[in-house]
């Protein structure tokens, strides 16, 4: 009987623990986005030709000149950036603020919330969210 | 009696005839630094003679925008002793030259092409320092009175070369010096300059504007660029449209190409005219020829859209240090802060002269829309 209890005790433990590695994967699910995005906005302050390419959605082809150059005028880095998947998962919202700097003057662009779509297994940035 | 009579109208015939040839006489002026005489309205003309500071000289005729002034000077008899062209802000202004008065060359244009040597210099030359408005801007104009937007109010598309208020805005004061240029008083009594365009920022490229990332202004919507935004927050029927500097160290020329394209057609799209103007670049920029290749994709969008265009690349030729700033990028200003045009500073500083050369085509722009409104009134 003792036995049988420490198996099911066992069993039960096993069963838990299982669950928590599913509850895990869907958080790994989200952090993904959410990674995506800050890899994304990282890439794009730089200027990162590859970082954008790697993040940037199919739909969104057509601007990738556009998106790697958008800050090319200015020295640009993200104070803060902290990004989370919004409930559904279809958009990221991200605080923090991209502070470019021009001539000696900052100016300062306040993350937002951003659409993600997930493409052959990977999250990409996928523009504003409307 | 009668003889007295008609000695008395023949007196008065002379006196009249004499007040007359006053006011038909070409003002009498003197230069106050030493300056090169050309043999027409530019720098790439052959340079004929040098005039010396405080010799009388006569002024014949003017350029469309009046930078440049055709003089003669004499010798005790009336004879023509040196006659050709120089900059106008090196003259001394004397209080009755008004350059409404002064005839405009229509003849001479404002470059000698046939002079410069590089054949890719020859199309910026090429180009007018101010080209006229086209047939096709017309009917934009009338298109976005239509459509609700104000012909009188002009915005500003761009990055840091014009989003200082010394550019433009200066002409919402009324503090204004125009000296010999009463020819642009009317523009500034017509036209308003939008104050906050959500298009034109520090650090803004051809490419940015197009980025809805730089549309952080509350009025914007999400997803919407920049241009779109300002195009629809401020309902202003003009735009002048600068990008360049930022631009050229980070793009070649056909993307810069396209990009530009892309603004002009939305505005167009918008009913908005966009009025584009070739930058200064300083010879010793390691980006010289690049930014030379930029100027010439404007020069082909102005004309493939009929658009009009303020060549200030031509213009700063003449000016010290092409009219840029120690930081051989921005445009050079005079320090004050109102437009002064009674001591020449169109001849030294860039702002000054861009100022100029744009008022001059919205005062180009006024007559135009002063036509469709009496035409629209008359109908």
Known sequence: MVRVFIL???????????????????????????????????????????????YLCSAMEADFDREVQSFSGVEAEIEGMACASDEGGATVTCEGTIVAVYGGENRDFPLGTYSVVEEDGEWKWCGEAG | MRRFSLFLIVMLLLASGAVFAQEDDPTVTTSFRQALVFAGPGATYRDIGVLNPGVPIKIIERNKVGNWVHVQMYDTDGTVTLDGWIITGFLNYPDELRFSDVPVNPFLPDAETGSVESGVLVELYGEPLVGGISPTMRSVLEQGIEAGRDPYLVTKIGDSLIVSDLFLNLMNQTDEILGPYDTIAAAIDAF???????????????????????????????????????????????????????????????????????????????????????????????????????????????????????????????????????????????????????????????????????????DDLRTMIDDIETNEGAS
């Open chain 1, 8 to 54: 099911l005790l066992m069993a039960i433990l096993i069963a838990s623990c299982d669950s928590g590695a599913s509850t895990n994967g869907d958080a790994s699910a989200t952090d993904d986005a959410a990674a995506a995005v800050e890899g994304y906005l990282t890439a794009k302050v730089s200027n990162d030709a590859d970082g954008i390419r790697r």
């Open chain 2, 192 to 362: 308003t300059v939008v104050d906050d365009s959500i298009a034109n920022e520090i650090g803004m490229a051809s490419f940015s504007v197009l980025d809805p990332m730089w549309a952080q202004d509350e009025r914007c919507e999400a997803g919407e660029t920049p241009l779109d935004c300002e195009l629809r927050v401020h309902q202003a029927g003009i735009a002048f449209v600068m990008f360049g500097p930022n631009d050229v160290r980070s793009m070649n020329e056909e993307r810069y190409g396209e990009e530009i394209t892309i603004i002009v057609e939305t505005a167009l799209a918008a009913h908005v005219v966009p009025v584009l103007t070739t930058f200064s670049v300083h010879p010793d920029d390691e980006l010289y020829w690049q930014g030379i290749n930029l100027n010439r994709e404007l020069v082909r969008i102005a004309n493939e859209y009929d658009l009009p265009l303020i060549n200030l690349w031509s213009a700063a030729q003449i000016l010290p240090e092409y009219g840029l700033d120690e930081d051989k990028v921005h445009l050079q200003n005079s320090g004050f802060t109102f437009l002064k045009y009674d001591s020449g500073h169109e001849a030294w500083y860039g702002m000054s002269l861009y100022n100029l050369l744009a008022l001059v085509t919205l």
